[in-house]
């Protein structure tokens, strides 16, 4: 049996690299890890990131590659890339995500339908073409970046809550499937994290009703967020809620 997954020497991928949680797990790794792959569409944005890491951490090896993963085909050369390279794989972050908030009879379909590229097949399509690459790896881990609103149906934000439900319920699966091969599966299910995911996914500037919906209990800092994930998926958890609060709710609703 293969040993657990560990993030020390690690070489990890993680999406959505360029702002909020994904900048954060790039920050936290960084000091562990042997390679960084940092994925985004905003390519000022992951070079500052990854020249950032340069100077804090010589010794690390950091790739930034600008794609946009609503794109099958920028899926499949991502993984072309990877595969060419004969990189090391041993961590993938599927963190990449998109929402929309405001009603779903009002939404424009060129808003929802990146929700579902991204949050749903394109961290399918990923991880179905990086398995194998995992799976070569002497222990490997798998952390799909879901969501609180997965476990709930959110009005005003129904297809981002369907579509994490999806991403909760697969990384379970998955788990379930490559329980005997030593490759560690967690979904981080986080609640409302201050970032810039609000503000992409408002209509109209209405940022600050976004930010109205929850209570300042319910939220975590994201450096809280990542630092629970990285501990979760070392320690071989399913799941992770990064918020004890929130935790105990979700757990009163699914008995």
Known sequence: MRPRFSTKGCTALITGATAGLGAEFARQLAPKASRLILVGRREDRLASLANSLRADFPSLV???????????GERERLAAWI????????LLINNAGLGDLGSF???DWNRLAPVLEVNVTALTHLTHLLLPMLRSQRSAGILNVSSIAGFFPLPEMAVYAASKAYVTSFSEALRMELAGEGIAVTALCPGPVPTEF????SRNGE??????RSHPALATSPDSVVHEALSGLERDKPGVI??????LLVRGVRL
């Open 62 to 72: 950091v790739d930034a590659l600008p794609a946009d993963l609503a794109k099958s």
């Open 83 to 90: 595969i060419r390279e004969e990189t090391p794989l041993n």
């Open 105 to 107: 009879d009002s939404a």
């Open 198 to 201: 609000f503000e992409v996914a």
């Open 207 to 212: 940022t600050i009703r976004a930010m109205d």
């Open 242 to 247: 990064p918020n004890r609060l929130l935790a």
